[in-house]
Every structure is written in structure tokens, then in C-alpha cells.
């Protein structure tokens, strides 16, 4: 198994290289509103810079609250030339969560990075749900990953993405 980085015996230990080691990792300290759009934008605040010809593992945990009519979908913006598939675990796209549980049918595919996933609420403009995504990026060319997200149907009442949502990128190669 390949570990990052790759150290030798007698190597200078640098700042730059105990930073390699250590992942990225970003959040949300304040709620992010999106309305009457289903155009994806990067998400502002789970966003990082990848290097070229590298492998990371990403986890995203997301908060979000939209009505049933808009809906949350995403999908990940990354650099050209990118190999990688992502799993997205949360509720079911056509799946209506009660106030008070956080029960129902999820959904839990494997797709592109690029693939449009489409989730269930709770049916309400501030109870959250969450969705957890995760895989590995493989890049050729350097660049930005990011959340991209939006709303499934447009609506003038506002799909959220909530504080406290979280990405955390590890490189492995």
C-alpha cells in the first residue's frame, strides 16, 4: 500500500513535509441560502486546492434544509482529467423526512464525481438532514475541488446548506 508522503531514513524533517501529512480540511461557520436556481455553483466554503498527479480520499458531511418542491442535489467540481467515484448516503431523493424523525428510505449510490445526486428532506426551509459523501480523487492536472450544489426544482423559498458542514480532504499518493 502506498503511503504519503514516502519518508526515508535520514530525511530532513521540514515544516513543508509535516504539512503533507496533515489533511485538509474545511467547514461552514455560517449558512449558505440558494433560491429560485437549479444551476450548480462551488459551494464557498468547501472548497480546496488539489495537486497534480495525486490520490486523496474526500469526506463531505452535509447539512441542509430544502422544501420537498426544490429539493438538494450536488455533485463535485474537480480538476480536468480526473479519475474517481463518490458515494452518496442520505435520504432518498423522493423521500419526505417527519419534523420529529429521521427515519425513511435512503438513498445509497456509487456515481461519477461529476454525476448529479438529487436527496429528500424534511420538508421545511430550516430542519436539516444530512448527506455524507465520500471517495477518491485521482488528478492529473492541479486544481480546485469543490462542493457544487443547488436546487433540484427552482423555488423563491430558499434551499440551504448549513453550518457545521464539513469537508475533509486526505492526500494518499
Not at 513535509?17 to 433560491?35: C, F, G, I, V
Not at 480546496?48 to 469526506?59: G, K, Q
Not at 436527496?119 to 492536472?141: K, L, P, S, W
Amino acid at each position: 500500500m502506498a503511503q504519503y508522503p514516502v519518508l526515508l531514513a535520514g530525511q530532513r524533517i521540514t515544516a513543508a513535509l509535516l504539512a503533507s501529512m496533515l489533511p485538509l480540511e474545511q467547514w461552514k461557520t455560517a449558512n449558505t441560502d440558494r433560491a429560485a436556481t437549479t444551476t450548480f455553483a462551488d459551494d464557498p466554503d468547501l472548497t480546496v486546492s488539489l495537486e497534480a498527479n495525486a490520490t486523496y480520499r474526500v469526506e463531505m458531511y452535509l447539512h441542509y434544509a430544502a422544501l420537498d418542491a426544490a429539493r438538494f442535489k450536488t455533485m463535485w467540481n474537480v480538476p480536468v482529467n480526473w479519475t474517481g467515484l463518490r458515494s452518496a448516503i442520505g435520504p432518498d431523493q423522493g423521500q419526505i423526512l417527519s419534523s420529529t424523525s429521521s427515519g425513511g428510505t435512503g438513498r445509497w449510490g456509487v456515481h461519477n464525481l461529476s454525476t448529479a445526486c438529487t436527496y429528500g428532506t424534511r420538508d421545511h426551509a430550516t430542519n436539516q438532514c444530512v448527506a455524507i459523501e465520500e471517495g477518491v480523487v485521482t488528478t492529473i492536472a492541479a486544481g480546485t475541488l469543490a462542493l457544487q450544489w443547488a436546487q433540484a426544482t427552482s423555488n423563491a423559498t430558499a434551499t440551504r446548506l448549513g453550518s457545521g458542514s464539513y469537508m475533509r480532504v486526505k492526500r494518499l499518493a
